[in-house]
């Protein structure tokens, strides 16, 4: 089982919809959370840390379910910007950092 | 300021040959990662750095890669010899420990590398 699991996708959602995603991982001991943005051919970029009471900035909203332990990225009033896949990222002790392989979105018009 | 810079950003070579790849990390940056992402396994951690001493090699696929960090500003990444199963892009990333925000992890553009 991989250290963090996330669905491939596609997602394919019209403008202004709201689309999720989640992730789960394997490691009880993880400590920090994050999700990504990689646009196509390029580098990975944060898009936001996921804190343990829930987070939003702007669009976006991230959870993280301890128990469960998996996170959640929810985008709202998507746009046709969006389309890009989406990395969780999860660190335990000693910034060992672990990426999910990435949910695609794509956000048609 | 200048972020992670990698090289070289394309390389085709050949099976067998011998492959560097370089690293410059953000200046000032304690931590140092090299992970290969490939369409088949996603985004894959190899080795990382702390402060130029490697503290986890068990993503290093085998022993024809090996990475090192002579100082805090420079490392690199060779795989001897190359095969074509090692075509993926090798992302450089660094950490500043304390920054902001959650130190954050700042990718390089990526290096490229096919082998035929």
């Known amino acids: 089982r991989k250290e963090v699991e996330q669905d491939p996708g596609p997602f394919n959602v019209p403008e202004g919809a709201t689309v999720a995603f989640n992730c789960t991982y394997s490691?009880?001991?993880?400590?920090?959370f994050f999700w990504y943005r990689q646009d196509c051919r390029k580098e990975p970029k944060l898009l936001m840390s996921v804190y343990s009471s829930g987070n939003e900035d702007g669009r976006f909203t991230a959870q993280l379910n301890r128990a469960s332990q998996y996170i959640s990225l929810l985008i709202r009033d998507s746009k046709l910007s969006d389309s890009a896949t989406y990395l969780c990222?999860?660190?335990?002790?000693?910034?060992?950092?672990?990426f999910g392989a990435g949910t695609r979105l794509f956000v048609k018009a | 300021d200048a972020g992670v810079i990698q090289s070289p950003r394309h390389e085709v070579t050949e099976m067998g040959q011998e492959v560097t790849l370089r690293c410059k990390p953000i200046?000032?940056?304690?931590?140092l990662f090299w992970y290969r992402q490939t369409m088949m396994r996603g985004l894959e951690l190899l080795i990382y750095f702390n402060n130029n001493v490697p503290i986890d090699d068990s993503g290093m696929p085998e022993d024809r890669f090996s990475a090192k960090m002579p100082n805090a500003s420079f490392s690199t990444l060779k795989i001897q010899p190359s095969e074509p199963r090692d075509s993926a892009v090798y992302f450089c990333?660094?950490?500043?420990?304390?920054?902001?925000?959650?130190?954050?992890?700042?990718f390089g553009e990526g290096s490229w590398l096919t082998v035929v």
């Open positions: 990222a999860v660190r335990a002790g000693g910034f060992k950092t672990i």
């Open positions: 990333a660094s950490i500043l420990l304390g920054g902001r925000p959650g130190n954050t992890i700042y």
């Open positions: 200046s000032g940056h304690d931590y």
């Open positions: 490691n009880s001991a993880s400590q920090s």
